[in-house]
């Protein structure tokens, strides 16, 4: 019995040493600016209360085969429909949750096939994670055996507003009806009276 208790007690002093061993030769946590991405060769900063305009962030992936296309789709018959003062004070993003495809290169062109307007920004997995945490965005790769993807994304599908600030206002859930949207925008945007 003794000799089982002592070989416990330097199994668990050996297991506390070896712990703060690690602890102590740790690299330390990335620090991420929340909200910094990348478009093309270009920083963007999302949040910047300088630049009063409304955010609408869609969060997807380049690779998506049907609910990124719809909703970029209805973001830009959206922002089409809308009157130029009104278009003025909005800043469209599409948002990858996919960087090891989608990088910053990408991520513009993709965005730009829908909407002029439509920033595409792609940035480290530790940002996009992040940015995705603060609105609850929800995804996760699967994996997809005998296919030249290799993977998919499975996300949640909501256009975010959100203030200059980062403050989300409200969020619009994936829809085939533009006016959800542009009566969004009106209603939430800088033109609108508060």
């Not at 910053?104 to 307007?117: C, Q, R």
């Not at 998919?152 to 507003?161: G, I």
């Amino acid at each position: 019995m003794k000799t089982k208790i002592i070989i416990l007690a330097l199994a668990l002093i050996a297991g506390l040493g070896a712990r703060y061993m690690l602890e102590q030769n740790q690299t330390p946590d990335i620090v991420v600016e929340l909200g910094k991405l990348q478009s093309g060769d270009q920083t963007v900063q999302l949040f910047d209360t300088t630049d009063e305009r409304l955010r609408v962030l869609y969060f997807g992936y380049a690779h998506c085969p049907d609910v990124c296309p719809t909703s970029l789709a209805i973001l830009s018959a959206a922002l089409k429909s809308l009157p130029e003062e009104t278009l003025a004070g909005v800043r469209p993003i599409f948002v990858t949750l996919d960087p090891k495809r989608d990088d910053a290169d990408v991520a513009k062109e993709y965005a730009g096939y829908f909407h002029p307007m439509l920033e595409g920004t792609s940035g480290s997995v530790e940002a996009i994670d992040a940015l995705a945490k603060k609105y609850g965005v929800l995804y996760q790769i699967t994996e997809l055996e005998d296919s030249a993807m290799e993977y998919a994304v499975d996300h949640s599908s909501y256009f975010y507003f959100l203030k200059p600030d980062g403050e989300l206002i409200e969020k619009v859930p994936h829809t085939l009806n533009p006016n959800m949207v542009s009566d969004a925008i009106e209603r939430l945007g800088p033109s609108a009276k508060r």
